[in-house]
């Protein structure tokens, strides 16, 4: 369908500077921080990651909307962002594959959108300041009221540091998906926010996930049979998922091959003793590039982070569990991008290895895991791990609904502008 934009809008950030637009998607009022990704392509994927939960994105590539909306690409149940800040709307989409278009899916879920701003001015804005809390107000919303009404309605909302937004996107129960063909090994995912590519990566490599709630114990962990354990991406602050930290602890008491991924690696981090931080801006896009410190070799990886872990590269770091090392860092700006336990089996990373959108450079990580899980002298038999997970049923959770919709990601690779602190 042709998109016509009409209903005036507004964009309002906390210190009371004002983005003028109009409406798409669900009208209405919504507020969260605003936070611009620098993606030139996979606006869906970014739509339905959870670690936007709570967050308005700003899409820095001038024109979306072009490729519509394809069910099956989606990497949660549904939307996940508060709101959506773009400049110029396509008026329809051209994609063979669509099966119904961007503001008409925002619409049926209640997402509220902006367009006509002038997202480069925005975005420079939140360079130079940080990411900040903003509301977008349609309609009579935007137009009954004066500006300054709407900055304390705006300031009355929580800021995303000390916000502990798991609970809002994990599973509430277990699922499993199966590996393709045979099974060799078994993985328990903590899930944090999981974005459906994630299993399907390890399901390619022949290991089954079993994908857990966020608030599962080490005891539940050990009752699945897993040879290794996962912690996934995730909204909100590191710091307030206790629960979780204490679960990594017990991982790595118990020498059980550890891997952790966005959120995953903040976690490891904090159960090592170090700290995280907020970050001014994040890093948010497909074109991000990252150093392994183990091979030299440079990654262009996709990123989705406003916390990053407080350590210094190049150096061997103590903790209770031993030696760490950074195994990754951040060539724009040297910011820590992984974690690579000397004494117990664990590495973590800041970046998207399953890159759903986004460059498959980071895709061997994968592998480094199953090799972990294959060296381990610990490792269980079949007859002592616990039930088969061929049967299980995954139809009605978020990621297991989006895992069944696509069976292989399309390689992105954006040119866009990195960004630099």
């Known amino acids: 369908m042709t998109e016509t934009l009409s209903t005036p809008a507004v964009l309002v950030l906390e210190d009371g500077r004002v983005?003028?637009?109009?409406q798409f998607g669900a009208a209405g009022s919504t507020f969260g921080e605003a936070v611009f990704a620098t993606g030139m392509t996979g606006y869906q994927e970014t739509l339905t990651d959870p670690s936007y939960c709570r967050q308005v994105v700003i899409a820095t590539a001038p024109q979306i909307g072009n490729t519509g909306w394809?069910?099956?690409?989606?990497?949660?149940?549904?939307?996940?962002?508060a709101g959506f800040v773009v400049r110029d709307l396509s008026p329809v989409p051209s994609n063979w594959r669509a099966t119904s278009s961007l503001p008409d899916q925002m619409a049926e879920q209640g997402i509220v959108g902006i367009a006509g701003v002038d997202t480069r001015a925005l975005t420079r804005h939140l360079r130079s300041r940080g990411a900040m809390r903003c509301g977008i107000f349609t309609g009579g919303a935007a137009q009954d009221q004066d500006d300054t009404a709407l900055v304390e309605q705006v300031l009355a909302t929580p800021s995303m540091a000390g916000a502990?937004?798991?609970?809002?996107?994990?599973?509430?129960?277990?699922?499993?998906?199966?590996?393709?063909?045979?099974?060799?090994?078994?993985?328990?995912?903590?899930?944090?926010?999981?974005?459906?590519n994630t299993p399907r990566s390890f399901a390619?490599?022949?290991?089954?996930?079993?994908?857990?709630?966020?608030?599962?114990?080490?005891?539940?962990?050990?009752?699945?049979?897993?040879?290794?354990?996962?912690?996934?991406?995730?909204?909100?602050?590191?710091?307030?998922?206790?629960?979780?930290?204490?679960?990594?602890?017990?991982?790595?008491?118990?020498r059980i091959p550890f891997f952790g991924i966005c959120f995953g690696n903040q976690i490891l981090g904090r159960a090592l003793g170090l700290r995280t931080y907020k970050l001014k801006f994040g890093h948010r896009g497909i074109n991000q590039p990252v150093q392994d410190a183990a091979t030299g070799t440079i990654l262009v990886t996709s990123q989705n982070h406003g916390f990053a872990v407080d350590a210094v590269a190049g150096e061997d770091l103590p903790t209770p569990y031993g030696t760490v090392r950074v195994g990754f860092s951040s060539l724009n700006d040297g910011v820590v991008e992984?974690?690579?336990?000397?004494?117990?089996?664990?590495?973590?990373?800041?970046?998207?290895?399953?890159?759903?959108?986004?460059?498959h450079d980071a895709a061997y990580l994968f592998d480094r895991f199953a090799d972990l899980m294959r060296d381990d002298d610990r490792r269980r038999t079949r007859?002592?791990?616990?039930?088969?997970?061929?049967?299980?049923?995954?139809?009605?959770?978020?990621?297991?609904?989006?895992?069944?919709?696509?069976?292989?990601?399309q390689p992105e690779i954006s040119p866009a502008a990195a960004e630099r602190d």
């Open 19 to 22: 983005f003028r637009g109009t």
């Open 70 to 81: 394809v069910d099956e690409d989606d990497e949660s149940a549904g939307i996940q962002v």
């Open 164 to 196: 502990n937004l798991t609970g809002e996107v994990s599973t509430p129960t277990s699922y499993v998906v199966p590996a393709d063909g045979e099974e060799r090994f078994r993985v328990a995912a903590l899930d944090l926010g999981i974005k459906a």
């Open 204 to 254: 390619r490599r022949g290991i089954a996930t079993v994908v857990m709630p966020a608030s599962s114990t080490i005891a539940d962990i050990e009752a699945s049979g897993a040879d290794g354990v996962f912690l996934s991406n995730g909204p909100g602050d590191p710091a307030t998922a206790e629960q979780a930290i204490e679960l990594t602890k017990a991982v790595l008491d118990r």
């Open 338 to 359: 992984g974690l690579t336990c000397q004494d117990v089996p664990a590495f973590s990373v800041q970046f998207h290895p399953e890159a759903a959108a986004g460059p």
């Open 383 to 409: 007859a002592q791990r616990g039930p088969e997970v061929g049967g299980a049923d995954q139809s009605g959770t978020a990621a297991g609904k989006a895992t069944a919709k696509r069976t292989e990601p």
